[in-house]
C-alpha cells in the first residue's frame, strides 16, 4: 500500500482530525488500471458533490491540483489492476460537532491491491436479507460519506454462506446491499430502487442507466416481494463491475442472457479506458 497525506508520501493524519472524531468528510474507491482511473469524472463528481452538501466545497484551485496529482504522480505508479482511495475530511478545528468556518480540508489518497472478484462474476452469488436497516436522510442520500456504521454492522451480521445483503430501510423498502447496487429484470424490463431516500447512488449504477439501451429502466420504491418475482438479479459497484446473483433469501434465480450481455457490454467499456 502507498498512502499520500496532503500530496505527500505519508500515512498519519492529526488525533484532531473531524475525519477521525466525526466522519466528517467523504471518500472514493477507485478502479485503476494502467491505462485509466476508471470512470474518475464520475467519482470526483459525486466527491465535489458530496463536498459541497456538507458545506465544505472544493476550489476550482484544489480540483485542479487534485486531478493533476492524480494524473501526474498516482497513474504512473499503476502497473496492474489497482484500487485508489481517496478521502477528504475537513480537516482540523471547531468546536465539538461546530465546524470551523473556513476549513483547511485533509486529502487522503491511498494505493491499494484490488479484490479479484472474477470467480463471482462467473459463478453468481448469495444474497441474505440484513437485519440492519439503512437510515433513512435525504440530506445525506446517494453521497458517499465518512459515516458508514451501518454498513460495518451489517457486514458483521452476514454469514459466511452469502456474499452480501440487501439492506431495506424502516418502511421495508429496498435500498441497495451493503456494498453494492441491486439491479433486476422482470419480464424484459431492467429495475432498481430509487435512492433519494438512503444508499449511495454508485458510480457504476449510473454507468448502467446511462451506457445500456436494450432494456427500459425503472427506478423507484420496490419491496422484496418485488425481486423475488424477478427473472434474473444481479448486484453492482465500480470494483466487482456486475456480479449475478444466484439466490436471494433461498430463492433460486437463473444466470441469465440479459445479466450476461450486460457483463459483456460493461466489461468492454472498462477495457476500452472509460474515465
Known amino acids: 500500500m502507498t498512502w499520500f497525506v496532503d500530496y505527500k508520501l505519508d500515512s498519519t493524519i492529526s488525533v484532531a482530525d473531524r475525519g477521525l472524531a466525526y466522519g466528517d468528510g467523504v471518500f472514493e474507491t477507485i478502479l485503476a488500471t494502467p491505462k485509466a482511473l476508471v470512470q474518475l469524472d464520475d467519482h470526483l463528481s ?22 493533476d496529482f492524480l494524473a501526474s504522480r498516482v497513474r504512473p505508479l499503476i502497473h496492474e489492476k489497482t484500487v485508489v482511495k481517496l478521502i477528504v475530511s475537513r480537516g482540523e ?27 463471482h462474476q462467473n459463478k453468481g452469488v448469495s ?12 440530506y445525506l442520500a446517494g453521497i458517499k460519506h465518512l459515516n458508514r456504521l451501518e454498513n460495518v454492522v451489517a457486514k458483521r451480521f452476514l454469514s459466511s454462506a452469502d456474499f452480501e445483503a440487501l439492506m ?8 441497495e ?3 453494492s447496487n441491486v439491479f433486476w429484470f422482470w419480464r424484459g ?15 457504476f449504477r449510473k454507468a448502467i442507466i446511462e451506457q445500456q439501451s436494450r432494456h427500459l429502466i425503472q427506478v423507484g420504491r420496490y419491496f422484496i416481494s418485488d425481486l423475488l418475482k424477478a427473472d434474473e438479479v444481479f448486484i453492482a459497484n465500480s470494483l466487482m463491475g456486475i456480479v ?16 450476461r450481455k450486460l457483463q459483456l457490454l460493461m466489461h468492454d467499456k472498462e477495457m476500452h479506458g472509460s474515465h
Request: net charge positive.
Open 46 to 67: 459525486r466527491l465535489y458533490r458530496g463536498l459541497s452538501k456538507l458545506g465544505m466545497p472544493f476550489s476550482l484551485e484544489q480540483k485542479i491540483k487534485l486531478k
Open 189 to 203: 424490463t431492467l429495475y432498481t430502487p430509487a435512492l433519494h431516500k438512503a444508499g449511495v447512488q454508485g458510480t
Open 168 to 175: 431495506l430501510n424502516n418502511q421495508q423498502e429496498l435500498v
Open 177 to 179: 446491499c451493503i456494498q
Open 244 to 259: 449475478p446473483v444466484k439466490s436471494v433469501a433461498g430463492r433460486s434465480f437463473p444466470i441469465g442472457s440479459h445479466t
Open 93 to 119: 478545528g471547531g468546536r465539538g460537532y461546530l465546524a470551523p468556518e473556513h476549513c483547511i480540508h485533509t486529502v487522503i489518497i491511498g494505493i491499494l491491491a484490488a479484490p479479484d472478484y472474477q470467480y
Open 127 to 138: 444474497l441474505s436479507v440484513s437485519p440492519v436497516p439503512a437510515g433513512c436522510n435525504r
